[in-house]
């Protein structure tokens, strides 16, 4: 039959997560176009099945008991670049290794989304949680998503304003989460361009790599900045490696928690009368003080490595939680638990970064 999806039945969705947990999906679609994705859902329907929308998983933790429904993997293929000026247009399928265009768009001297090398996943789960690295976000380059919605098939444009983009946020994590399938989304990058170092441990590791890699200009290139981003998240075990133990985690397991001005005070003063000698770190950022999560959950008594069971905290990364051959279960109730000694100890409760599926989680 012409556009239907690939469809396979009782299939581990711990081999579709890179943090290797979760029990089978009754059904899993791969769709490499909007009319198998549109079959898929025609397909679904049919079978009063909930449809959940899938990319690389790498930001998805699904229950030990699997997933009833269909589970919709998008793998739209394609890349055009279209050059206007000092700028191009880059669209790109949703289903794109977001790594890959990347290393694309660095190859044809294309600046805006070096910092974010390295990122697992696809390029259409990008707005979804507007993913950023040391400095960077998509939001500052992204132009338009184009998706399908799940309940009626039709297809939208968003503007990036439109997607509501904020710090690992979007309308897609918020008001309308579980409404459109991604299938396309395009970004507007700069010909030629410089790159962005806005974060000093990144300007010191750029600045480390000695002068044999700078342009003539003096200035560190694109593809250095590309290069020196997958090193230092290879360091902290923040790419994929199947042969890297720490890296099987969804990254970041918690965001860092942004406070007003007020609230940081409040808890800057705490801290000191508690006679710590060491300060809170804190960052200002748009949406306010911004914590480093790492800090406190280290501070509040779960250092890299802490393990329970087959559970534990990445040696490398205190926010990353990794599996070492445990279950869901186990992963949850260790978050629990460093959610609830960072907020004995400082009063913020800790936010969950992933999607959970199929389990209760307190956010
Ligand atoms: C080692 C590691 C390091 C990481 N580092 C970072 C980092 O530095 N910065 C950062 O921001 N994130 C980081 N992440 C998180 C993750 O890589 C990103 O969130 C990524 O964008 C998820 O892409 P995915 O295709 O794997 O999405 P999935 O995990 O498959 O899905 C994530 C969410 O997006 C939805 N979704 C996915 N694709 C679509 C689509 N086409 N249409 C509609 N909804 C969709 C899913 O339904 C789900 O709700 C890291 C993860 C890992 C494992």
Same mark, same amino acid.
């Given at each position: 039959m012409h556009d239907a999806p690939h469809i396979r039945e009782q299939v581990s969705l711990s081999e579709l997560t890179t943090i290797h947990l979760g029990g089978p999906a009754r059904f899993v679609a791969s769709c490499t176009n909007t009319d198998e994705c549109r079959a898929a859902l025609a397909f679904a329907r049919e079978r009063f099945l909930p449809v959940m929308v899938l990319g690389g998983g790498s930001n998805v933790v699904f229950s030990d008991e699997g997933f009833p429904g269909l589970v919709l993997r998008v793998e739209i293929p394609g890349l055009r670049f279209d050059e206007s000026g000092r700028t191009c247009r880059v669209t790109v399928g949703a289903?794109? $290794?977001?790594?890959?265009?990347?290393?694309?768009?660095?190859?044809?001297?294309?600046?805006?989304i070096e910092c974010l090398a390295g990122i697992p996943g696809t390029a259409g789960a990008t707005p979804i949680q507007n993913v950023g690295a040391y400095g960077q976000e998509v939001k500052d380059t992204l132009q338009t998503v184009d998706a399908l919605e799940l309940a009626t098939g039709e297809e939208r444009r968003f503007s990036g304003t439109e997607c509501g983009l904020g710090y690992r946020w979007s309308r897609f994590k918020g008001e309308d989460a579980g409404r459109y399938i991604v299938t396309s989304v395009m970004f507007r990058l700069e010909e030629g361009a410089q790159p962005r170092i806005r974060y000093p441990e990144l300007a010191r590791a750029v600045a480390q790599e000695g002068s044999g890699t700078l342009l003539p200009s003096g200035e560190p290139g694109l593809n250095q900045v590309?290069?020196? $981003?997958?090193r230092l998240r290879r360091s902290k075990s923040m790419v994929i490696d199947p042969a890297d133990p720490n890296s099987r985690s969804v990254g970041s397991f918690f965001m860092n928690p942004v406070l007003s001005q007020e609230k940081f005070e409040l808890l800057r003063e705490h801290w000191r009368?508690?006679?710590?000698?060491?300060?809170?770190?804190?960052y200002p950022s748009p949406e306010g003080i911004k914590i480093p999560a790492a800090w406190l959950v280290e501070h509040a008594g779960f250092p890299k490595g802490t393990r329970r069971g087959k559970i534990g905290i990445s040696e490398k990364h205190a926010l990353a939680l990794v599996n070492r051959g445990g279950t869901t279960r186990e992963l949850i109730a260790f978050a629990e638990e460093i959610q609830a000694g960072v907020e004995r100890m400082f009063g913020i409760r800790l936010s969950i970064e992933p999607v959970i599926v199929g389990e209760k989680v307190a956010t």
């Amino acid at each position: 039959m012409h556009d239907a999806p690939h469809i396979r039945e009782q299939v581990s969705l711990s081999e579709l997560t890179t943090i290797h947990l979760g029990g089978p999906a009754r059904f899993v679609a791969s769709c490499t176009n909007t009319d198998e994705c549109r079959a898929a859902l025609a397909f679904a329907r049919e079978r009063f099945l909930p449809v959940m929308v899938l990319g690389g998983g790498s930001n998805v933790v699904f229950s030990d008991e699997g997933f009833p429904g269909l589970v919709l993997r998008v793998e739209i293929p394609g890349l055009r670049f279209d050059e206007s000026g000092r700028t191009c247009r880059v669209t790109v399928g949703a289903g794109e $290794v977001w790594d890959d265009v990347v290393t694309a768009c660095v190859a044809r001297g294309l600046g805006g989304i070096e910092c974010l090398a390295g990122i697992p996943g696809t390029a259409g789960a990008t707005p979804i949680q507007n993913v950023g690295a040391y400095g960077q976000e998509v939001k500052d380059t992204l132009q338009t998503v184009d998706a399908l919605e799940l309940a009626t098939g039709e297809e939208r444009r968003f503007s990036g304003t439109e997607c509501g983009l904020g710090y690992r946020w979007s309308r897609f994590k918020g008001e309308d989460a579980g409404r459109y399938i991604v299938t396309s989304v395009m970004f507007r990058l700069e010909e030629g361009a410089q790159p962005r170092i806005r974060y000093p441990e990144l300007a010191r590791a750029v600045a480390q790599e000695g002068s044999g890699t700078l342009l003539p200009s003096g200035e560190p290139g694109l593809n250095q900045v590309r290069k020196t $981003v997958l090193r230092l998240r290879r360091s902290k075990s923040m790419v994929i490696d199947p042969a890297d133990p720490n890296s099987r985690s969804v990254g970041s397991f918690f965001m860092n928690p942004v406070l007003s001005q007020e609230k940081f005070e409040l808890l800057r003063e705490h801290w000191r009368t508690s006679g710590l000698a060491e300060a809170i770190p804190a960052y200002p950022s748009p949406e306010g003080i911004k914590i480093p999560a790492a800090w406190l959950v280290e501070h509040a008594g779960f250092p890299k490595g802490t393990r329970r069971g087959k559970i534990g905290i990445s040696e490398k990364h205190a926010l990353a939680l990794v599996n070492r051959g445990g279950t869901t279960r186990e992963l949850i109730a260790f978050a629990e638990e460093i959610q609830a000694g960072v907020e004995r100890m400082f009063g913020i409760r800790l936010s969950i970064e992933p999607v959970i599926v199929g389990e209760k989680v307190a956010t």
